[in-house]
């Protein structure tokens, strides 16, 4: 019912910059909540950043907060993740996630996913 799609991805360089953005379409007006999860090989997703928006709040990994920060239209249901000062470990495929009832963090609470960007940070 609700569609997303990643862009802004790409090849970079350790101390770069890159935004990522998502687009949602569909049922939107049930979305409370969007963020961003990520999954590098070998690895389990982890959750990056997430709004809710009913309630205007923000959260944060520790791992990137002060360096990426998640911006959104809530009226369009987009959201953007800024991210600065990248390192080779923010390496990994970047989702984005919706969900209508969440916890920001815990993606297994998130209803719907992209397919997926790839960030690939060099040294």
């Known amino acids: 019912q609700v569609q997303l799609v990643e862009s802004g991805g790409g090849l970079v360089q350790a101390g770069d910059s890159l935004r990522l953005s998502c687009a949602a379409s569909?049922?939107?007006?049930?979305?409370?909540?969007m963020g961003w999860f990520r999954q590098a090989p070998g690895k389990e997703r982890e959750f990056v950043a997430a709004?809710?928006?009913?309630?205007?709040?923000?959260a944060y990994a520790d791992s990137v907060k002060g360096r990426f920060t998640i911006s959104g239209d809530n009226a369009k249901y987009m959201t953007f993740l800024q991210m600065n000062s990248v390192k080779p470990e923010d390496t990994a495929v970047y989702y984005c996630a919706a969900g209508v009832h969440v916890d920001l963090r815990d993606p297994v609470y998130y209803d719907y996913w992209g397919q997926g960007t790839q960030v690939t940070v060099s040294s």
């Open positions: 709004v809710f928006w009913s309630e205007s709040s923000l």
């Open positions: 569909g049922r939107t007006f049930r979305l409370a909540a």
